[in-house]
């Protein structure tokens, strides 16, 4: 049981390290579907706005981790 | 239409192929490990039966993909694809700036014999066993991320083939230059790869979710590359800051 716990984790591994990052990145996932849902006659608002969301997720969580790692 | 198609194929196969070598060596080292500690026969016993697994997962769940609408799958795999790729792609962003370390294979595969002899002295368990499954879970854990990635970057547009050809190309170029140099593949760039190809799925990441969500991206399949600039020049970018605050923490 305990190796399928460790595979569990792995799995979930594959796709979340950084709890910042994954949450940034479904957060831009929901502005973008909301938007799309708002806007449904420009969607590429959304797809811009997707795409700008997840750029800043990722900035902001290497800077993050950048930060921590000065703090000590 | 033909040269998008051609460009979205050859970006499949390629982003496959090179995830692949990243996983591919990984595996390879700890097989390696278990091969000079162990012997070869429950080296690959393990690394068999790991393939078996794999190969039974892709046969329950691949034909379940033809049975989901392909906005949802689209979405589903957009999501999925950002999560991992961007998980890549910070982490060779922090490798590059040396705020994390880089993989080391030939201390993962120090590593790994040297656990492989703990583990059995400390269990008294008998040590072919342990090998076993050693390479068991290292073809599994390593070879899911390949089937992942396959999925993901194929099954969204009818690209499994070029995507699967890809990873497999990878799996038979490191196992072909592993059985050569019989020892870790220390000098393959895995953290460039991993940068690359962090890239690579985070742009199919932005590609896939935004068609899911319904968005007619301009110049089709060439929005892949477009995506894929974008997120180049973010980690490009974002290396040498970083790095600048690393120094400036580790004075």
């Known amino acids: ?72 | 239409m033909v040269l998008t198609g051609f460009s979205s194929g050859g970006a499949a196969l390629g982003t496959a192929f090179l995830a692949s070598v990243v996983e591919v060596v990984e595996a390879f080292t700890i097989i390696l490990a278990v091969g000079t500690v162990q012997g070869w026969r429950p080296a690959v016993a393990g690394g068999l039966a790991g393939l078996l697994v794999l190969a039974l997962v892709v046969l329950a769940f691949g034909p379940m993909l033809q049975l989901v609408p392909i906005h949802a799958l689209q979405l589903a795999v957009g999501v999925l694809l950002l999560l991992f790729g961007m998980r890549w792609l910070r982490k060779a962003i922090l490798r590059s700036a040396g705020v994390v370390p880089r993989r080391d294979e030939l201390a993962a595969f120090a590593g790994q014999a040297a656990d492989l002899i703990t583990e059995a002295s400390r269990k008294n368990t008998r040590l072919d066993w342990l090998a076993g499954v050693a390479t068991f879970k290292a073809v599994v854990l390593e070879g899911l991320e390949v089937v992942f990635i396959v999925i993901a970057v194929g099954a969204a547009r009818g690209l499994l083939w070029p995507a699967s050809l890809g990873a497999l190309a990878a799996c038979a170029l490191v196992l072909a230059i592993g059985l050569i140099l019989q020892r870790p593949l220390a000098r393959v760039p895995e953290n460039s790869l991993k940068f690359g190809v962090g890239v690579m799925l985070s742009a199919f990441g932005v590609f896939w979710t935004g068609e899911g969500l319904g968005v007619a991206w301009p110049g089709h399949d060439l929005a892949l590359v477009a995506f894929a600039a974008l997120f180049l020049l973010v980690g490009l970018l974002a290396v040498p800051s970083v790095a600048r605050i690393e120094a400036g923490a580790s004075q």
């Open chain 1, 1 to 72: 049981m305990s190796w399928l716990d460790t595979l569990r984790r792995q799995v979930i591994g594959f796709f979340v390290d950084d709890a910042f990052l994954g949450l940034g990145t479904v957060l831009a996932v929901l502005a973008a579907a909301l938007c799309r849902a708002l806007l449904g006659g420009r969607p590429l608002v959304a797809g811009a706005l997707l795409a700008c969301g997840c750029l800043l997720a990722l900035t902001l969580s290497v800077a993050r981790a950048a930060a921590a790692r000065r703090r000590g």
